[in-house]
C-alpha cells in the first residue's frame, strides 16, 4: 500500500524568498533547536527549517507567510 500524501507549508523554494536575517529571527521568535545561526548560510539555514518541518514543527512553519515574486 501507498502511503498518504502529507502537504507541507513551505519547500525550499519559498523558503529562499526571505532574507537570511528574517530566517534567523523566525528561528529565534519560535525558539527552535537550531543552534549558531550566525555561522550558517541561508542554504543550511533552509536545509535546516525543511528538516525540522519534516520533523514534526509544522505548526510553526505555517506563522511563515509564503511570499510572492
Known sequence: MGRGIRK????????R???????????????LPVKRTSKL?????????LKLQRNGHCEC?????IRGK
Open 61 to 65: 512553519m505555517t506563522k511563515l507567510a
Open 17 to 31: 524568498k526571505y532574507k537570511t536575517k528574517e530566517l534567523r529571527d523566525f528561528i529565534k521568535e519560535n525558539k
Open 41 to 49: 548560510t541561508k542554504t543550511e539555514i533552509v536545509a535546516n527549517l
Open 8 to 15: 507541507y507549508t513551505h519547500n525550499a523554494k519559498t523558503l
